[in-house]
């Protein structure tokens, strides 16, 4: 049942942010945890300074437990690791100009304006 590997390297997206670390899921719907202690190689007060819900971060698998939850890692990711990683064909699709439109901001803009004035 459990597709992934200890020390696989994959992307998942951050679900749930608590003091002690971040729940992330993967494409297949499996969920893991990022602690705290493996995000990285320095002391972190607040990991919502480094992480952000929605946003998708490349871990290490450290652990699998007996259920499939992942123990994952980014501070055990070597740099020859990440460049191994996005060698292997894993890329970021750009998106194309033609489908950027920011006429919706461009509309409430002004709506916007009037209102912080108002605040103020």
Not at 64 to 83: A, N, R, T, W
């Amino acid at each position: 049942m459990n597709t992934y590997k200890i020390n696989d390297i994959i992307e998942g997206t951050i679900i749930n942010i608590k003091p002690f670390g971040a729940i992330m899921i993967f494409e297949d719907g499996q969920k893991g945890l990022l602690h705290i202690s493996q995000v990285a190689n320095t002391f972190i007060r607040n990991i919502s300074r480094y992480l952000k819900i929605g946003k998708t971060y490349q871990v290490k698998i450290i652990g699998i437990e007996e259920d499939g939850f992942l123990k994952l890692s980014m501070s055990q990711i070597s740099q020859e690791e990440k460049d191994e990683y996005h060698r292997s064909g894993v890329k970021k699709e750009k998106i194309d100009p033609q489908y950027i439109d920011f006429s919706a901001l461009k509309a409430k803009l002004p709506e916007w304006i009037e209102k912080a004035k108002k605040e103020n």
